[in-house]
């Protein structure tokens, strides 16, 4: 069920008297029925659990008079995509035992179950706590996952950097017991006193969700600028190591709301580590303070910071952190990393990228196929799994001497090498659209294989086979796969046509153009066909589609 079914008096109320994020939530638990109650539906989200039903039986169910089959959508928060041996596997069972037997894996480095059922959700809650793992702050009106780029998760040639996206999970998740209470232990805890909450939270939380990541100082896979705070790791000529702070990003777009836009970040300041924290509660807190809590829909913070402008922003900033800001460092993004095929890290060991078809892990036949392959890897050793903000898998820890055992599993499973991969395949995203998402107007992921081949049939006819071409496709214009800031961006607009925007890059530093409304998909490939066609002939040596689209074809 989408955020606009409770209006937001209610929301903002539902939270209030929440009691810190429990409301009735045992009670509805604790039901025959199989789904919950509305403000319920609003908790879980802090709980990251979504209330769905199954799409594809929607309405032959209510031509029926049959009740909706309901579902839930469980996100697990990973800071920094990373996880061990022991996690994956966890994962991997809780997807064949209690969700539809796949893990999908988010643009925000999180994992999801699908098809949960009502009466599974505290099992499945405590597995993960088991394996120190939870769903809990995934969603909702908190700080959500920390995204970072893969390569500084796993490599200790970049150690000040390593731990940053756990240190800020840590810092900013709300402090409640709720979610142990409600999920984990299944009874109210007999608390000595009453549960207090973070002072930055109070009891209405933020606005909305606050979504923070963390790049690499030489490559952009995370998007930085489409974060409501991106930090790149920079050296400041006199302080040494630290962040460039950029504030105010956000791609999410409504058709029904035409003062909804997407906008990037914009630089705020150079910090030191020690300074991080509290320039991040700074910015929190102006947000909390000035963020729409009448309008859902412009509830984000890049909203405070094109209504209230710029400057007048980082004024409110810099007073609540009560010290001069001093300017950030020049901005300079490098292309996204897919970060696929094998790299060797500094202390020797390998680890190796695999592509993972709109992050969606599953076997292609019953114990054949990704899933089944990821699952052997993770028995037999003690790896990290690192998922990646292009929904991709990263298999690190590789000790010199398995390489070849580990090429030998995935090829056993039919997962393709690096090596075999078609240029638009390697870097498409999409989301999960129909028939989850309750928010979609037209599908996405289970559309991608075929746009995927058309354009990449249109490169291969034109001698570009080789060349990258980005694609991100979304069901909807919240922009969950990031299509603003694509070369090709595909977002839906009705049940059967998509509007096409060109011209973002693999820098993500621009935001793509709307070039034509309401195509229908098999119409894509052949309204690029002339634009490659000049790309191929006036295109400058290497130069992206993306760029030459916003030099020489753009209106
Ligand atoms: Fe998203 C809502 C899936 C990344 C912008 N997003 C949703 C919901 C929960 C639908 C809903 O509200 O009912 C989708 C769940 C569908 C399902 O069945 O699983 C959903 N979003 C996803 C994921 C799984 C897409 C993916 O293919 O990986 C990503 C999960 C991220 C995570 O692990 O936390 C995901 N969503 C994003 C991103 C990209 C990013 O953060 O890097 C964006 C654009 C950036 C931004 O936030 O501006 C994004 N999602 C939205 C929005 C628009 C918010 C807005 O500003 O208005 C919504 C709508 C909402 O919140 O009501 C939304
Ligand atoms: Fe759902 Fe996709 Fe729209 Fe996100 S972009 S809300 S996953 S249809």
């Known amino acids: 069920m989408s955020d606009e079914a409770v209006s937001l008096v209610a929301e903002e109320s539902i939270k209030r008297s929440s009691d810190f994020l429990r409301g009735e939530l045992l009670e509805d638990l604790g039901t025959d029925a199989p789904n919950m109650s509305g403000p319920s539906e609003h908790l879980l989200k802090f709980h990251g659990i979504y209330a769905q039903d199954n799409r594809d039986v929607r309405r032959d169910r209510t031509l029926a008079k049959e009740p909706l089959e309901y579902i839930f959508m469980i996100r697990v928060a990973i800071p920094g995509g990373r996880l061990s041996s022991a996690q994956w596997l966890a994962l991997d069972g809780i997807s064949e035992e209690l969700a539809d037997g796949t893990i999908r894996l988010t643009t925000r480095q999180a994992v999801q179950f699908h098809g949960v059922l009502k009466f599974s959700l505290q099992t499945l809650s405590s597995r993960l706590h088991e394996h120190a793992m939870t769903s809990f702050a995934a969603c909702g009106d908190v700080v959500r996952n920390t995204v970072m780029c893969s390569s500084l998760v796993s490599d200790d040639a970049h150690t000040h950097v390593t731990q940053l996206a756990d240190h800020i999970a840590t810092t900013f998740k709300p402090a409640t017991q709720a979610h142990w209470e409600v999920f984990v232990n299944g009874e109210r805890a007999a608390t000595i006193g009453p549960d207090v909450e973070h002072e930055f939270y109070g009891d209405t939380y933020l606005p909305r969700k606050f979504k923070i990541a963390i790049a690499h100082p030489d490559e952009n896979c995370v998007d930085v600028l489409a974060q409501d705070l991106g930090l790149i790791p920079s050296t400041h000529p006199e302080l040494g190591l630290g962040y460039n702070v950029v504030i105010g990003g956000g791609l999410g777009r409504s058709y029904a709301q035409p003062d909804t836009f997407a906008r990037l970040a914009t630089a705020l300041t150079f910090v030191t580590l020690e300074e991080l924290d509290d320039v991040i509660r700074a910015v929190l807190t102006t947000y909390r303070d000035l963020g729409d809590r009448t309008n859902r829909r412009r509830a984000r913070m890049k909203y405070v910071a094109a209504d209230l402008g710029v400057d007048a922003f980082y004024a409110e900033i810099e007073q609540r952190y009560g010290q001069t800001l001093r300017p950030a460092l020049p901005v300079e993004l490098g292309d996204a990393h897919d970060h696929l095929g094998w790299r060797t890290l500094s202390d020797g060991r390998g680890e190796v990228g695999i592509l993972v078809g709109a992050g969606r892990v599953r076997d292609t036949t019953p114990g054949l196929g990704l899933r089944s392959a990821l699952r052997e890897l993770a028995t037999a050793r003690n790896l990290a799994f690192l998922i990646t903000p292009q929904q991709d898998i990263v298999v690190s820890g590789v000790e010199p001497a398995d390489r070849a055992w580990v090429d030998d599993v995935l090829s056993r499973h039919s997962v393709p090498g690096a090596h075999e991969l078609?240029?638009?395949?390697?870097?498409?995203?999409?989301?999960?659209?129909?028939?989850?998402?309750?928010?979609?107007?037209?599908?996405?992921?289970?559309?991608?294989?075929?746009?995927?081949?058309?354009?990449?049939?249109?490169?291969?006819?034109?001698?570009?086979?080789?060349?990258?071409?980005?694609?991100?496709?979304?069901?909807?214009?919240?922009?969950?796969?990031?299509?603003?800031?694509?070369?090709?961006?595909?977002?839906?607009?009705?049940?059967?046509?998509?509007?096409?925007?060109?011209?973002?890059?693999?820098r993500g530093d621009r935001l793509a153009l709307l070039h034509q409304e309401k195509l229908k998909l098999e119409e894509i490939p052949p309204v690029l066909e002339p634009l490659l066609d000049r790309w191929r002939d006036e295109g400058r040596e290497n130069e992206a589609f993306g760029d030459f689209y916003v030099r020489v074809l753009a209106p």
């Not at 080789?466 to 796969?481: D, E, F, S, V």
């Open 422 to 506: 078609a240029s638009v395949e390697r870097s498409a995203l999409a989301c999960p659209a129909l028939p989850t998402c309750g928010q979609a107007l037209a599908e996405a992921e289970r559309r991608l294989p075929s746009l995927v081949d058309g354009l990449q049939g249109a490169l291969n006819e034109r001698g570009l086979g080789k060349r990258r071409l980005q694609l991100r496709m979304t069901g909807c214009p919240n922009g969950c796969a990031r299509p603003a800031v694509a070369e090709v961006g595909v977002v839906g607009r009705t049940k059967n046509s998509y509007d096409l925007y060109l011209g973002g890059g693999p």
